[in-house]
């Protein structure tokens, strides 16, 4: 059997800029703990900036920093990139390392899903034609190749914030805004982006599906959702959504239901604890799952450190990891 250990953190603006609230080095004091602990095989990352370098190309100098002395650090890397440039982001990009070698990278942005058209209502002055509304980060794909010989596709996400999005003449400060009808349009928006964001990952999931209908799916990261809500309902496709029985092997599970609900939570926000993070699986997968890991206890409220704690060091999201072992069994 191979053992295999799977992770999904988002370390939230991991940047090395030198006007950066908080120094580099004193968020690597925080989180490089956080990453050994995982003693994963794949992970996960979201929201890992990039900067130039000496040459003036973008790289993504601060995950570096933070890798330096894990064995991570020679691990297999693949990033989401600007498709202009082919050079990691500046901001918030997702990464996947592997300790195996990673065969295929791809990344989706309104490639499978086109950017639906919609006027704004309250926009001022009102909005004279339809725009585009386009995700705002891509979706990354990544197929690895398992020491069994079988291919691991992951999935790595981050799903668009319930924050309402930007209306023209509507906000008069950042957090301001000057109707509750200007929000309740910007908060639609948000909510379209999310779910079309979930939509477009699905359809990967299925292109997926249909070159090898047994696949091993991982799909991870920060979903800005929780179970029931519409992006994870998408991903899932439970077979009491679909109503055809024939679809089940397309489904994803939810690995996180094999925990107590008092220690499913990845997010506090205002006392609340949030499960924003997960891992979905497929049935071939989820054959090979053992258990699940949520590493939670330290996990402050992120409402109330963005008023009360200068310099905040710490991710606001809990890293989730899941054990899996794998027959090595040829054909298994």
């Not at 209306?167 to 000057?178: D, P």
């Not at 599906?209 to 992006?231: K, Q, S, T, W, Y």
């Not at 055809?244 to 239901?257: K, T, V, W, Y």
């Not at 402050?300 to 009360?308: C, F, I, M, S």
Request: aromatic share 6%; with cysteine.
């Amino acid at each position: 059997m191979t053992a295999l250990r799977v992770a999904t953190f988002n370390v939230e603006n991991l940047t090395d800029a030198p006007n950066a609230d908080v120094p580099l080095a004193t968020r690597v004091d925080v989180l490089r703990p956080q990453l050994i602990r995982m003693a994963a095989d794949i992970v996960c990352l979201q929201e890992v900036d990039g900067r130039y370098d000496a040459s003036g190309r973008r790289q993504l100098l601060a995950l570096g920093v933070l890798l330096e002395t894990t064995e991570y650090r020679g691990f297999y890397q693949a990033s989401t990139v600007d498709k202009k440039s082919g050079a990691p982001r500046d901001k918030h990009n997702l990464v996947v390392l592997s300790r195996w070698p990673i065969r295929q990278v791809a990344q989706y942005t309104n490639d499978l899903v086109p950017a639906p058209a919609y006027r704004t209502v309250t926009a001022r002055p009102s909005a004279e034609k339809p725009d585009p509304i386009g995700w705002d980060r891509p979706i990354l794909h990544v197929e690895i190749e398992l020491p069994t010989g079988r291919t691991l596709h992951v999935v790595n996400l981050h799903l668009r914030a319930p924050l309402a999005a930007y209306i023209e003449g509507q906000k008069s400060q950042a957090f301001v805004w000057n109707s509750v009808g200007g929000w309740a349009e910007g908060y639609f928006l948000a909510a379209v982006k999310r779910a079309g964001q979930a939509l477009e990952a699905r359809l990967v999931i299925e292109r997926i599906f249909d070159r090898d209908p047994a696949a091993l799916i991982v799909v991870a990261g920060d979903f800005n959702a929780e179970e029931r809500e519409v992006p994870l309902r998408l991903l899932a496709g439970d077979v009491e959504d679909t109503g055809n029985g024939r679809l089940a092997h397309r489904s994803l599970a939810l690995i996180e239901h094999t925990l107590p609900d008092s220690q499913r939570f990845t997010v506090i926000h205002r006392g609340q604890r949030l499960m924003l993070d997960h891992l979905m699986v497929s049935r071939a997968l989820m054959a090979s799952y053992r258990a699940i890991e949520i590493h939670n206890e330290m996990l402050g409220d992120e409402l109330v450190a963005y008023t009360l704690v200068d310099a905040a060091p710490d991710s606001y999201h809990a890293p989730v990891v899941a054990a899996f072992e794998l027959d090595d069994r040829k054909g298994a």
